[in-house]
């Protein structure tokens, strides 16, 4: 069966960085745009970046260009999540997510197919 398993997720203080990584497994990783989404405390769901099968095109949430970046190594059947400068608003746990349709970087939940069950990122201030 289809897996997506998140690590890389912890506890760092304002201004530090973490790295996020997403494994997938039982899916031709080639075929599928990814996705990374975030859900704090109360709050929904929402989209942080979306990378295409081949890693040429990638989208953002507005309010992280700059901070976060995303890739991929088809290689690995691995997407990362790079994020820089945290501050305590990125507090959330932080999910990956395979989109079927390989060319998008689609920043809807509802477009994907295949979820991880998701990383804890803290952020102390």
């Known amino acids: 069966q289809v897996q997506l398993v998140e690590s890389g997720g912890g506890l760092v203080q304002a201004g530090g960085s973490l790295r996020l990584s997403c494994a997938a497994s039982?899916?031709?990783?080639?075929?599928?745009?990814m996705g990374w989404f975030r859900q704090a405390p109360g709050k929904e769901r929402e989209f942080v970046a979306a990378v295409n099968w081949s890693g040429s095109s990638t989208r953002y949430a507005d309010s992280l260009k700059g901070r976060f970046t995303i890739s991929r190594d088809n290689a690995k059947n691995t997407v990362y999540l790079q994020m820089n400068n945290l501050n305590p608003e990125d507090t959330a746990v932080y999910y990956c997510?395979?989109?079927?349709?390989?060319?998008?970087?689609?920043?809807?939940?509802?477009?994907?197919?295949?979820w991880g069950q998701g990383t804890q990122v803290t952020v102390s201030s």
């Open positions: 039982g899916l031709t990783f080639e075929a599928y745009a």
């Open positions: 997510a395979a989109d079927g349709l390989s060319y998008h970087t689609s920043p809807i939940s509802t477009n994907y197919a295949y």
